[in-house]
């Protein structure tokens, strides 16, 4: 995903870079897609660190409705205190035009099964912003990284059971094959696997990614740190993020209103695949109007700013 030894994107955020090291991608042309109407409801389905969030609420006014969703709480309890809300949600410290904010702890593809009964008419807006956020790839302890060392974990949610650690030590040689194949795209899959399964076991983000540099050989032009794809296949799949992509896409169509808009801000390949193939398909079927026929992606200012942002791609489309 990421390029030279960043092996890991983070997802944009907010106008400038913050304390955590957060910087932003594509900011301003996702606020401009989705286009955020006065007193809406709008949903904010990878909260993150809260910059799409502070910049939608600050359009939306009140008395405007915004869903902030992430799986990792501790991005939740940061977005909570840059929007400025009490665990009910009551407004503090903000001038009286200031949306209601709702933040939930979850995977936004559960919006469409347990949603709140706020978004029972339909939401005017879904802004998703796909990949790890800076407060996840900057800690080691997380194990998004290898850029330092920690724990093979890889969990955006930490109560969730699976561990990157876990596939690594426990899965059979030609299963995490096919993982590091099917969700990071990896022709050396079967060579890294074969390694791996030889050299368990294997606890730290470090030792693993020595052990894949050892065994992939080097593919030119290749600009890209040999383990990036191993890490991301892993991460991808602890973290089901293909399969809740896929299910907020298809409650997509159902869950906004005529003239709502569905932005998505994608890192690597398999995601914006799936984003093309299902905003293509609602335009055959009468779903949506396409705001972008190919994606939209960083100019060279920002890249030159945020390296991690030469990766991300935009769509967007407006529910018919």
């Given at each position: 995903?990421?390029?030279?030894?960043?092996?890991?994107?983070?997802?944009?955020?907010?106008?400038?870079?913050?304390?955590?090291?957060?910087?932003?991608?594509?900011?301003?042309?996702?606020?401009?897609?989705?286009?955020?109407?006065?007193?809406?409801?709008?949903?904010?389905?990878?909260?993150?660190?809260?910059?799409?969030?502070?910049?939608?609420?600050?359009?939306?006014?009140?008395?405007?409705?915004?869903?902030?969703?992430?799986?990792?709480?501790?991005?939740?309890?940061?977005?909570?205190?840059?929007?400025?809300?009490?665990?009910?949600?009551?407004?503090?410290?903000?001038?009286?035009?200031?949306?209601?904010?709702?933040?939930?702890?979850?995977?936004?593809?559960?919006?469409?099964?347990?949603?709140?009964?706020?978004?029972?008419?339909?939401?005017?807006?879904?802004?998703?912003?796909?990949?790890?956020?800076?407060?996840?790839?900057?800690?080691?302890?997380?194990?998004?990284?290898?850029?330092?060392?920690?724990?093979?974990?890889?969990?955006?949610?930490?109560?969730?059971?699976?561990?990157?650690?876990?596939?690594?030590?426990?899965?059979?040689?030609?299963?995490?094959?096919?993982?590091?194949?099917?969700?990071g795209e990896e022709r050396r899959s079967r060579r890294i696997?074969?390694?791996?399964?030889?050299?368990?076991?294997?606890?730290?983000?470090?030792?693993?990614?020595?052990?894949?540099?050892?065994?992939?050989?080097?593919?030119?032009?290749?600009?890209?740190?040999?383990?990036?794809?191993?890490?991301?296949?892993?991460?991808?799949?602890?973290?089901?993020e293909l399969d809740d992509l896929r299910g907020l896409l298809?409650?997509?169509?159902?869950?906004?209103?005529?003239?709502?808009?569905?932005?998505?801000?994608?890192?690597?390949?398999?995601?914006?695949?799936?984003?093309?193939?299902?905003?293509?398909?609602?335009?055959?079927?009468?779903?949506?109007?396409?705001?972008?026929?190919?994606?939209?992606?960083?100019?060279?200012?920002?890249?030159?700013?945020?390296?991690?942002?030469?990766?991300?791609?935009?769509?967007?489309?407006?529910?018919i």
């Amino acid at each position: 995903m990421g390029e030279g030894l960043q092996d890991t994107p983070e997802r944009g955020g907010h106008g400038r870079k913050e304390e955590t090291g957060h910087v932003p991608v594509l900011l301003k042309e996702a606020i401009d897609f989705l286009a955020v109407r006065r007193g809406g409801t709008y949903i904010d389905a990878t909260v993150g660190l809260g910059g799409h969030s502070y910049e939608i609420a600050r359009r939306l006014g009140a008395p405007g409705h915004l869903i902030a969703v992430d799986k990792d709480p501790a991005a939740l309890a940061i977005a909570q205190r840059k929007l400025a809300v009490s665990p009910r949600s009551a407004v503090v410290g903000k001038p009286a035009d200031w949306p209601t904010v709702e933040l939930i702890h979850g995977s936004f593809a559960d919006l469409a099964n347990d949603q709140p009964r706020t978004i029972d008419d339909g939401v005017d807006g879904i802004l998703a912003d796909l990949g790890v956020s800076s407060l996840q790839f900057s800690n080691p302890a997380r194990g998004f990284s290898f850029q330092a060392e920690g724990p093979l974990d890889m969990r955006m949610d930490p109560q969730a059971e699976l561990t990157a650690e876990q596939v690594v030590n426990h899965f059979d040689e030609r299963k995490l094959a096919d993982v590091i194949y099917e969700f990071g795209e990896e022709r050396r899959s079967r060579r890294i696997a074969r390694a791996i399964v030889r050299s368990r076991p294997i606890r730290t983000t470090v030792q693993l990614a020595e052990i894949v540099s050892a065994a992939a050989w080097p593919m030119k032009p290749e600009r890209i740190h040999p383990a990036t794809r191993t890490f991301q296949a892993l991460r991808i799949f602890v973290n089901h993020e293909l399969d809740d992509l896929r299910g907020l896409l298809s409650a997509a169509p159902q869950m906004l209103k005529p003239g709502g808009r569905l932005v998505i801000i994608s890192f690597h390949s398999l995601e914006d695949r799936i984003v093309k193939d299902a905003l293509r398909e609602g335009m055959k079927q009468g779903h949506y109007r396409l705001l972008t026929r190919k994606p939209v992606t960083p100019g060279q200012e920002e890249i030159d700013r945020n390296p991690r942002a030469r990766s991300a791609k935009l769509r967007a489309a407006e529910k018919i």
